[in-house]
């Protein structure tokens, strides 16, 4: 049902503030939303004197729910919660839902940012996380807010964290946010090297997943990443990516990111360049022909002295 | 410049055999969206308003019809929209914040107008300067968007452009920001929003845009990245912004001209990805979506164009990959 304001008492006081569309064309006729237009006005005109009140708050949201891009009123509603001492869970009850509705927008994020750390708790977050992430499980806010939430209340050792991001992978193995959260909570946001015990761990992990999918980017990304922070060989792979990938049998590759590595490994071995060759050629010609020229930089660089790939 | 997408659509099946990019349906669909304020999409995309002027301006200098919107209707709204404090807001009335204070600098820059910033404001360019200077946080060197503080390395990138394009680089600490980009590097080779965030394709455009201007492409791993970027291409041509996500248009962009910077735009193949930004088009009512079958927008429509003068689509004016802006010689 529409809302208006001009006929209601509690803003009897208020002279709603025309729009200056900024004279491109001044003279052009404005028929867009009555209900938005008018709305808008009476914020221009509440901004104009400073009004921080209950009315107000109930104005912004208004006008978030049919814009809430309008970064504008995000600001003056901030500012007025502060100003009349809102509670600040009751500002987060009235946000779940609508984040909900408006999954992709920035300002609802850095608001809710600002009122947990105002709170200083981060209960019943994980659950919103889960309700986020059932509509849109790659949201790249979502996981950014979970990677703020993880450092600011330093939530790295906690099992449930861990767990969760298990749970998020097996759902969907190829989500790539659930594998750069799983880094972020073993290696990327803790300070220190990565002990090799673990490092062990999570290879056997990784190693799992992609038997499940051989070609998908992000697990192969990960495990390469694992092994840097442990400061392992990527020859540590070997018997590995030959389950995908074995040259001799150049019919039979299931991943071209097994073929790539292989590609790395021989290189760094004594003889066996001409294989590292092959696996290039293979994926220049064969596996991934949309990259050849960086497959055939790759194959180029083999025959440049002492290079580490 | 509205935002409002449509009206039309990029056709759905391939376009016939000879496909090309359909300049004067382009120029006049940027020509119209400026008259479509009887629909509520172009008020709601009001927060957009300066980001789209730029988008439309700069789509109309690549096709090479400059003169397509009247200059100093543009500049009239573009002062419009600059604030006591040397900020930008999106349109009359919104509050002053980095990212359309950067695309207020871009329109002048375009425009060659920082002449007359001065005598509408005196001062204005240095004005413009300490409002984005403000903005960078001294602990680490990033930037905020606005006094609400959102950080994100979008604004540190946009504040670097910005402020070389104005030649006031001196104004803040490039070197914390520089420290600052390096620390959102991932294991995957690309960057994120900040330190550990997921690798994001425009994120990348953004750390490496910042990291050319400052002159250390030094700390990139540049063929990681570039390896992560080409990756990015998909089967049908078009790139995607993060593993496992469907392709679009605007990626043409973020993807490419941080490929540009790194010297590798090689290492996709751009025959391919050429025919798949055209198949974007609408060949009736102009204008460019993010896939083939979807609605066309102005966002959509420049950075398809961007990517086509990147692949030296002919008959387009060069691109700057650093600036996203058109490249004066
Ligand atoms: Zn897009």
């Given at each position: 049902m529409?809302?208006f304001y ?5 803003w ?5 503030l025309p729009?200056?569309?900024g ?20 914020l221009?005109?509440?901004?104009a ?17 049919m ?8 600001l ?19 946000l779940n839902?609508?984040a ?6 920035y300002?609802?994020?850095h608001?809710?940012h ?8 981060a ?6 996380i ?19 939430l993880?450092k ?15 749970s998020?992978?097996?759902?969907d193995?190829r ?9 972020y ?20 992990y ?9 070609q998908n980017?992000s ?17 540590t792979?070997?018997?590995?990516t030959c389950?995908?990938a074995d ?8 991943s071209?990111h ?10 760094e071995?004594e003889?066996?360049k001409?294989?590292a ?10 596996y991934d022909p949309i990259r050849?020229?960086y497959w055939n930089?790759?194959?180029?660089l083999?025959d440049?002295p002492?290079?580490a790939? | 410049?509205?935002l409002v997408?449509?009206?039309?659509r990029?056709?759905?099946a ?15 669909y940027?020509?119209?969206l400026?008259s479509r304020?009887d629909?509520?999409e172009?008020?709601?995309?009001e ?16 096709l090479?019809?400059p003169d397509?919107?009247p200059r100093?209707?543009?500049?009239d ?11 930008f ?10 990212l ?13 107008a920082?002449g007359e ?10 004005k ?8 960078q946080?001294?602990?680490?060197g ?7 503080g959102?950080?994100?390395t979008r604004?540190?990138y ?19 920001a520089?420290?600052?980009?390096h620390?959102?590097a991932n294991f ?5 929003t900040?330190?550990g965030?997921?690798s994001?394709s425009?994120?990348v455009?953004t750390c490496v845009?910042?990291l050319?201007?400052?002159?250390r492409?030094?700390l ?19 790139l ?7 392709e ?7 993807v490419m001209?941080s490929?540009a ?7 996709i193949d751009?025959?391919k ?9 609408d ?5 460019l979506a993010?896939r083939?079958g ?7 429509t ?15 004016e ?11 010689s």
């Open positions: 529409p809302k001009h006929d209601d008492e509690a009897a006081d208020i002279a709603p729009q200056d569309d004279g491109l064309h001044p003279l052009a006729a404005i028929s867009y939303s009555d209900e938005y237009s008018e709305a808008m006005g009476y221009r005109a509440v901004m004197k400073n009004e921080y009140s209950d009315r107000v708050l109930g104005l912004t949201e208004h006008i978030i729910s814009n809430p891009a309008h970064y504008t009123v995000w003056y509603r901030a500012n007025t919660i502060s100003e009349i001492g809102r509670p600040l869970q009751d500002e987060i009850a009235w839902p609508t909900l509705k408006h999954m992709k927008n300002q609802i994020w608001h809710r600002t009122i947990i750390d105002a709170l200083g708790s209960d019943g977050e994980a659950e919103f889960s309700s986020m992430l059932e509509k849109d499980s790659k949201n790249y806010h979502v996981w950014s807010y979970r990677q703020w993880v600011r209340f330093d939530l790295f050792d906690k099992p449930e964290e861990l767990e969760w991001t298990h998020m992978i097996e759902s193995v989500n790539n946010s659930a594998w750069n959260h799983r880094y909570i073993v290696v990327g946001g803790r300070e220190g090297k990565l002990s090799v015990e673990l490092a062990k761990q999570e290879i056997g990784t190693q799992a997943a992609i038997r499940k999918a051989p980017q697990p192969w990304n990960y495990i390469l990443g694992i092994l840097r922070a442990a400061e392992l060989p990527k020859s792979l070997k018997d590995f389950e995908f040259v001799q049998r150049p019919e039979e590759v299931y071209s097994a073929l790539d590595i292989l590609a790395d490994i021989y290189a071995e003889n066996s001409e294989n060759a092959k696996a290039l050629e293979l994926l220049a010609t064969k050849a020229n930089y790759r194959k180029g083999l440049q002492n290079i790939a | 410049m509205s997408s449509g009206p039309g990029a056709a759905v391939g376009l016939p055999g000879d496909m090309h990019l359909f300049v004067d349906k382009h120029v006049r940027i020509q119209r400026d304020k629909e509520l172009y008020w709601l995309t927060h957009l308003r300066l980001n789209g002027l730029y988008w439309g301006l700069t789509a109309l200098y690549l090479g019809h397509a919107l100093s209707g543009i500049l709204f573009v002062f419009s929209c600059l604030h006591e404090d040397g900020g807001g999106a349109a009359p009335g919104h509050d002053a914040h980095m359309y204070t950067v695309s207020g600098v871009q329109i002048l820059a375009t425009l060659d920082f910033l001065e005598d509408r404001v005196k001062g204005g360019r240095q413009i300067g300490k409002f984005i200077a403000d903005l946080d001294p602990k680490t990033t930037f905020a968007g606005d006094e609400w959102e950080q994100d604004f540190l946009g504040a670097l452009n910005a402020l070389s394009l104005m030649g006031l680089l001196d104004l803040v600490d490039v070197e914390k520089v420290q600052h980009v620390s959102c995957d080779g690309g960057y994120g900040s330190p965030t997921e994001h425009g994120q455009f845009g910042a050319t201007i400052a002159g492409l030094d990139v791993n540049q063929e990681k990245l570039g390896a992560w970027l080409s990756e990015r291409q998909l089967k049908n041509g078009g995607n912004g993060r593993p496992e996500k469907k679009d248009v605007c990626y043409s962009w973020w001209s490929m910077m790194l010297d590798k735009l090689h290492w751009g025959e990805l050429t025919k798949f930004i055209l198949q974007c088009q060949p009736e009512l102009g204008g993010d083939p979807d609605m066309v927008d102005v966002f959509h420049v950075f398809g164009i961007a990517g086509l003068s990147l692949l030296k689509y002919p008959g387009l060069e691109v700057d990959p650093l600036h996203a802006t058109i490249r004066h």
